[in-house]
């Protein structure tokens, strides 16, 4: 039997009450899923609630879905881990934060670095950030989560280093050992990935100044999209629920 599709839409669930799906959802579901009335979905709102609704009307102006029921979501880490991420360029950056999502990522803040070749600013940087936070969403569709995780404006690396406050905080670091071997499972964590040419030195010394230990991913350099799907991955088996 076929699931029913989750779709991400913004809004106050009631049992018997109709949700009209906006714009971008409505096409998904009337003319790229080919939904007809009676058809079943999984509605959440982004921020932890689920329902389970039935579509009442699917035309290619309107589409209308009654709630059947809801609950509390599944699918979110013990573990709430802040990402901070290094601008790359292209896809990318999509596919760091979608995978970031799947492996249950809390937040997400895209970070201006020295080695880094991407600069964004007014409107450029307001549509990447609606773009990335979109890719968010979609991944939550996708993994069945209910949350979908905060993508941060963009911020120099050193303004968001001064605002960590986790318990753990990790930078990468090739050539240092792990550090998670030797720590209490903490409740949030802060996770540093650097850009593809690396992070500076005085970047890495800032890091570390800030409360952050290094960690090594082994004595292969990985892509810098690749590195917070395999740190992330060693996070929530070490701590969270994988």
């Given at each position: 039997m076929r699931k029913a599709p989750r779709i991400h839409v913004a809004a106050d669930y009631e049992v018997g009450g109709?949700?009209?799906?906006?714009?971008?959802?409505?096409?998904?579901?009337?003319?790229?899923?080919?939904?007809?009335?009676?058809s079943p979905l999984i509605l959440f709102d982004g921020a932890g609630r689920e329902a389970r609704a039935v579509l009442v009307e699917a035309s290619r102006k309107r589409v209308v879905a009654r709630v059947e029921a809801v609950e509390a979501g599944q699918g979110e880490s013990p573990v709430a881990v802040h990402l901070g991420q290094a601008i790359a360029k292209g896809d990318r950056m999509d596919y760091a934060i979608q995978k970031a999502v799947e492996l249950g990522v809390a937040a997400i803040t895209p970070l201006y670095t020295?080695?880094?070749?991407?600069?964004?600013?007014?409107?450029?940087?307001?549509?990447k950030l609606a773009h990335w936070q979109a890719v968010a969403a979609s991944a939550c569709e996708q993994c069945g989560r209910a949350v979908v995780p905060r993508v941060h404006p963009p911020r120099p690396l050193g303004e968001w280093l001064a605002a960590r406050d986790e318990a753990l905080r990790l930078v990468l670091h090739p050539a240092t050992g792990g550090a998670l071997e030797r720590v209490p499972a903490p409740a949030t964590a802060a996770l540093l990935i650097g850009p593809e040419g690396g992070l500076a030195e005085p970047e890495v010394e800032t890091a570390l100044a800030a409360g952050f230990s290094p960690l090594s991913l082994g004595p292969r350099i990985l892509r810098t999209e690749t590195a917070p799907v395999v740190a992330l991955a060693l996070l929530q088996h070490r701590f969270g629920d994988l």
């Amino acid at each position: 039997m076929r699931k029913a599709p989750r779709i991400h839409v913004a809004a106050d669930y009631e049992v018997g009450g109709d949700v009209v799906l906006p714009e971008g959802p409505a096409r998904h579901v009337a003319r790229v899923l080919r939904l007809g009335e009676g058809s079943p979905l999984i509605l959440f709102d982004g921020a932890g609630r689920e329902a389970r609704a039935v579509l009442v009307e699917a035309s290619r102006k309107r589409v209308v879905a009654r709630v059947e029921a809801v609950e509390a979501g599944q699918g979110e880490s013990p573990v709430a881990v802040h990402l901070g991420q290094a601008i790359a360029k292209g896809d990318r950056m999509d596919y760091a934060i979608q995978k970031a999502v799947e492996l249950g990522v809390a937040a997400i803040t895209p970070l201006y670095t020295e080695h880094g070749d991407v600069r964004l600013k007014g409107e450029r940087e307001a549509k990447k950030l609606a773009h990335w936070q979109a890719v968010a969403a979609s991944a939550c569709e996708q993994c069945g989560r209910a949350v979908v995780p905060r993508v941060h404006p963009p911020r120099p690396l050193g303004e968001w280093l001064a605002a960590r406050d986790e318990a753990l905080r990790l930078v990468l670091h090739p050539a240092t050992g792990g550090a998670l071997e030797r720590v209490p499972a903490p409740a949030t964590a802060a996770l540093l990935i650097g850009p593809e040419g690396g992070l500076a030195e005085p970047e890495v010394e800032t890091a570390l100044a800030a409360g952050f230990s290094p960690l090594s991913l082994g004595p292969r350099i990985l892509r810098t999209e690749t590195a917070p799907v395999v740190a992330l991955a060693l996070l929530q088996h070490r701590f969270g629920d994988l």
